[in-house]
């Protein structure tokens, strides 16, 4: 009996330093904003470090064996995925650290679940438009009921995350609690989301993001799986939602600015009161001209506009022109064989240049009328509007990572780091900074704080009134060229000091900081579908036979575009049939040949049709009829089309 008391003790003590453990951490230090932008800035001086290399496991390793464990009793789901609908979510690749995961409806636990696979190793966020699922019972949302759980080789993995609720007019961002599941014991769990603070409302676009931000696995990042999502309202009840309801475009949802086939843009004005215009099919709508917009319209500007229509076609109309009433950007879908907008490859952002409308209108805007006016060739509505300076649009390739810069602080307030030895070797003419980042206006540049010329903002653009060059933004990444920073800070990296900040004009939190040479992708407005899906392991090939009209497109000035993922995030092209021999184009030095590489960005891969006639020769009957895809990791192609420019 006494020994049992005694061991009792110990174990009783041992949970209680556990405990104490668990529960202990640093809190983050705060930041203070600059409300004097000229003065000196304090530093953030931190050496980053460095994870610890993990062995990569065999196929046999990989394999997943879950125990049968069933969640908590549960109330009725509102979604539970046995119809296999789940257009209503959508990878969020614009936060921190996000992976370009898969989604699918896969079998788990004895039913059907959403899976969400891990591409790359990073955070997963798995969005759900809440309110395109329950319309306007959607303010009636007090509590969230999902059961997750995550797979892995290592059945002693821990996993954890939390629920984002983007909610009321203005999608302000609420955190709701965090989740976890340990593998060996609680796989899947319930996780209960008290979101009574959220305020979601019943008109606009609210939505929630499902995060897995914390891994401990010592094998491979694990999978996520979601199932039996229930709403509640203030009273328990379950509310129904809609399955076959479609994420769409809600406002401020990164991960779905697909700016395949586009021109970058800079120094970007928005077009007041276009954020709700629709009409039906060769129906026109449109809203007149604010003074910044028509300032904004000129030589080297571009039109973009955010829209949803059942044709994915999009163009303007100048109905006021002196010209006359003219579509532009129309192509051939009106049989007049015009030039075409530009479209990205999700088919809901379209842009017009300045030269295309003036080809058409005359290049004086003064005498293109006082409106734009929009329209497709089936029902359609426009979300926004904006007018910007045509930029590239970079794909980095041979980038170094800045390790260890993730930081955030005010508004028109520094932070940044001692920058790594072969990041600032990696700094040379024709190579890009990459800035992975949000802020609250959209705006990010770099301060080199302890420049030899002095304190120098480098991309500010005319935030701070100095009117010099902007820095390429997104909203999600933003491009400062080793050319911008010569100019301000001279040629030589050694006189550009120790430390590299960021800032914005806004609250601002940078994610990621990388560099590389700074290929650009190509816009183009006309596609030709090659009917790719493949898939396969690392350096295992797999493609399509081209037509003999798939093979007359390429020609100079084509490229091939893909849409892919890959483990490590490139993708190049294989011809095997080719005259010279089995060829890989666009490998880069992953093969140690040290040819030149694809142009990608881990979701969009181009190779242009000089990149393969500089290897193969320009006589395409050389190339062979067969195009394959390869990586040096796992790998899987999507889509595939030769773009060009009509």
Same mark, same amino acid.
């Given at each position: 009996?006494?020994?049992?008391? $005694?061991? *009792? ?13 668990? =529960? ?33 496991? *065999? ?14 009793? #549960? ?6 995925? %046995? ?54 019972? $959607? ?21 954890? &995350?939390?629920?984002? =609720? ?52 010592? *094998? ?13 309202? &203030? ?20 991960? !779905? ?28 709508? @449109? ?10 319209? !000129? ?95 970079? #794909? ?57 010329? @002095? ?42 000091? *120790? ?6 004009? @806004? ?23 090659? &009917? ?5 392991? #690392?350096?295992?090939?797999? &493609?399509?036979?081209?037509? %003999? ?20 995030? %490139? ?42 006639? %500089? ?32």
């Amino acid at each position: 009996m006494k020994k049992t008391k $005694l061991a *009792t003790l110990i174990l009783v003590c041992a949970m209680m330093v556990f405990s104490l453990v668990a =529960c202990s951490g640093s809190s983050e230090e705060k930041k203070t904003a600059d409300p004097a932008p000229t003065e000196t800035p304090s530093t953030v001086e931190t050496t980053p470090s460095v994870e610890k290399e993990e062995a990569t496991p *065999t196929p046999e390793a990989a394999k997943t064996t879950l125990p049968a464990v069933t969640p908590e009793p #549960a109330v009725a789901p509102s979604i539970d995925f %046995e119809d296999g609908n789940f257009a209503f979510a959508a990878v969020d690749t614009g936060r921190g650290g996000a992976d370009n995961s898969t989604l699918e409806v896969v079998d788990f636990n004895g039913s059907k679940a959403l899976k969400a696979t891990n591409v790359d190793g990073k955070n997963m966020f798995v969005a759900f438009n809440l309110s395109a699922m329950l319309g306007d019972k $959607l303010a009636d949302v007090k509590e969230i009921r999902i059961d997750l759980g995550t797979e892995n080789a290592d059945k002693f993995a821990s996993t954890s &995350g939390r629920l984002y =609720c983007m909610a009321g007019e203005d999608n302000k961002e609420y955190k709701a609690n965090e989740w976890s599941v340990y593998i060996e014991t609680s796989n899947p769990k319930t996780a209960k989301f008290d979101v009574t603070k959220a305020g979601f409302i019943g008109t606009g676009e609210n939505y929630i993001v499902l995060s897995k931000e914390t891994d401990n696995s010592k *094998t491979t990042p694990s999978n996520l799986l979601i199932d039996n999502i229930a709403f509640l309202d &203030g009273n328990g009840a379950t509310i129904e939602a809609n399955s076959a309801a479609e994420f769409g475009n809600p406002a401020g949802f990164a991960s !779905v600015d697909d700016r395949s086939n586009l021109f970058a843009l800079t120094n970007v004005v928005n077009w007041e009161g276009y954020d709700s215009v629709s009409a039906g099919a060769w129906a026109q709508a @449109g809203v007149p001209f604010t003074d910044a917009v028509k300032e904004a319209l !000129v030589p080297g500007s571009v039109i973009e506009i955010e829209y949803k229509s059942e044709s994915g076609n999009m163009w303007i109309v100048m109905n006021e022109s002196a010209a006359g009433w003219k579509r532009v950007g129309v192509g051939d879908a009106d049989g007049s064989g015009q030039e075409y907008a530009y479209v990205n490859g999700k088919k809901n952002t379209a842009q017009v240049t300045f030269e295309q409308i003036a080809a058409i209108c005359g290049d004086d805007v003064s005498t293109w009328g006082s409106q734009i006016q929009c329209e497709s060739d089936t029902d359609w509505a426009v979300t926004g509007v904006k007018v910007g300076q045509k930029a590239p649009a970079y #794909a980095l390739t041979h980038a170094v990572n800045f390790e260890g810069f993730q930081t955030s602080a005010g508004a028109w307030a520094q932070a940044g780091y001692t920058m790594p030895e072969e990041f600032k070797a990696a700094l040379v003419p024709g190579s890009v900074v990459e800035i992975s980042y949000k802020s609250d206006t959209g705006n990010m540049w770099i301060v080199m704080n302890e420049a030899q010329a @002095g304190w120098m903002r480098v991309g500010v653009g005319n935030a701070d009134g100095s009117g010099q060059g902007f820095a390429i933004c997104d909203g999600s990444k933003a491009y400062v060229t080793y050319e911008d920073l010569a100019k301000y800070c001279g040629e030589d990296v050694s006189t550009w000091g *120790t430390t590299m900040q960021c800032e914005s004009d @806004g609250n601002w939190e940078v994610y990621g900081v990388r560099v590389g040479k700074g290929d650009s992708f190509v816009a183009t407005n006309s596609h030709l579908d090659l &009917g790719a899906t493949a898939s396969a392991g #690392a350096w295992a090939q797999a &493609g399509v036979d081209l037509t %003999e009209d798939q093979i007359a497109a390429l020609v100079p000035g084509s490229v091939i575009d893909v849409e892919y993922a890959s483990e490590t995030g %490139e993708l190049w092209l294989v011809f095997p049939g080719a005259a010279k021999g089995w060829t890989r184009v666009g490998v880069g030095d992953y093969d140690g040949s040290g040819q030149g590489y694809s142009k990608f960005d881990g979701r969009h891969c181009q190779v242009t049709f000089e990149d393969i006639a %500089e290897i193969l020769g320009e006589d395409t009957t050389q190339w062979g009829a067969t195009l394959q895809f390869e990586a040096s990791s796992n790998w899987s192609v999507t889509a595939a089309s030769i773009g060009s420019v009509k």
